[in-house]
């Protein structure tokens, strides 16, 4: 049985941080060999991917939060991160992780097909 569990969401100012977690349990599995990302959807929008780290650790990111947001994760803790700085109003969303067990790394990253989903943790950035 796997859960995703997503927690650091909250409110702040524009130009603030956050730092969201995920904690992952997959069945007794690490996370070491999972694909693993974050996604947001926005009040009123789609979800999109916003960052994605591979087993390998190489991470993709979504253009709107380049040089602001960092994706890591702790194989250890089995838990996953994003790191969020000069955070701006257009940031405001529903963040969820999710996860997918095929292989990632470099060109073969894609934002679909993620098999499971935490419930999310809202983020709100005032103006």
């Known amino acids: 049985r796997v859960q995703l569990v997503e927690s650091g969401g909250g409110s702040v100012q524009a130009g603030g941080s956050l730092r969201l977690s995920c904690a992952a349990s997959?069945?007794?599995?690490?996370?070491?060999?999972?694909?693993m990302g974050w996604f947001r959807q926005p009040p009123g929008k789609e979800r999109e991917g916003v960052a994605g780290?591979?087993?390998?650790?190489?991470?993709t990111y979504a253009n709107s939060v380049k040089g602001r947001f960092t994706i890591s994760k702790d194989n250890a803790k089995n838990t996953l991160y994003l790191q969020m700085n000069n955070l701006k109003p257009e940031d405001t969303a529903i963040y969820y992780c999710?996860?997918?067990?095929?292989?990632?790394?470099?060109?073969?990253?894609?934002?679909?097909?993620?098999?499971?989903w935490g419930q999310g943790t809202q983020v709100t950035v005032s103006s």
């Open positions: 997959i069945g007794g599995y690490s996370i070491s060999s999972y694909c």
């Open positions: 780290i591979a087993e390998d650790r190489s991470t």
């Open positions: 999710a996860v997918k067990r095929v292989y990632c790394s470099g060109s073969y990253w894609s934002w679909i097909d993620f098999d499971y």
